[in-house]
């Protein structure tokens, strides 16, 4: 089995609406392999997670965005659901965040909505990805080629489309990061 050890995940969050299943999942494939995984948001706290449309858990933030620096880790998880990204492309300081993985080369995986944060980002022209259905003409805005496959790899991004996607998606995740 492949190897995280010793690589630390940042796994970026707004306060609320993240789909918790694509937030539980991937920080447990990475904890799998023996990463270690970090929740940031735009503010301290719990972060509230959404099953769809209703309440589910909450998790305790470990950084706020605003406070932590991209050097520290060494990949970084965007899971979905609809109002995260939406929340999370009208943060300066979460957009910074993702642009300067983007400037260093360094691992992405985006999944279902998320990548609406990318096209904030402006890190999406000339790669070709997949997501929800509904971002595809955004995502093609913006540059994008998109794709409606399970997982797609694009050098250090991997992109998912939906929470069925997930064993496909964890999988390229941990071999994207290892």
């Known amino acids: 089995m492949a190897s995280l050890t010793g690589k630390t995940i940042a796994f970026l969050v707004a306060p609320e609406g993240v789909e918790q299943v694509e937030l539980t999942e991937p920080w447990q494939a990475v904890e799998k392999a023996g990463g270690a995984p970090q929740l940031l948001s735009t503010e301290s706290g719990k972060v509230q997670a959404f099953n769809h449309l209703d309440r589910a858990d909450t998790f305790d933030v470990d950084a706020v965005v605003s406070d932590a620096d991209p050097a520290s880790y060494d990949a970084l998880v965007l899971p979905g659901g609809v109002a995260n990204p939406d929340n999370l492309r009208m943060d300066e300081d979460a957009m910074g965040f993702v642009r300067k993985f ?3 080369d360094k691992p992405v995986a985006a999944i279902c909505h998320a990548p609406w944060a990318l096209v904030e980002a402006d890190v999406v022209r000339g790669r070709t990805v997949t997501s929800w ?9 913006a540059g994008a080629e998109w794709v ?5 790899r694009d ?3 991997v992109t998912s489309r939906n929470p069925g996607d997930l064993p496909a998606f964890n999988e390229e995740l941990v071999n994207l990061l290892t």
């Open 155 to 157: 050098g250090n991004l």
């Open 148 to 152: 409606d496959r399970e997982v797609v």
């Open 102 to 104: 983007f400037a260093d």
């Open 133 to 141: 259905p509904s971002l595809r003409t955004d995502l093609r805005n």
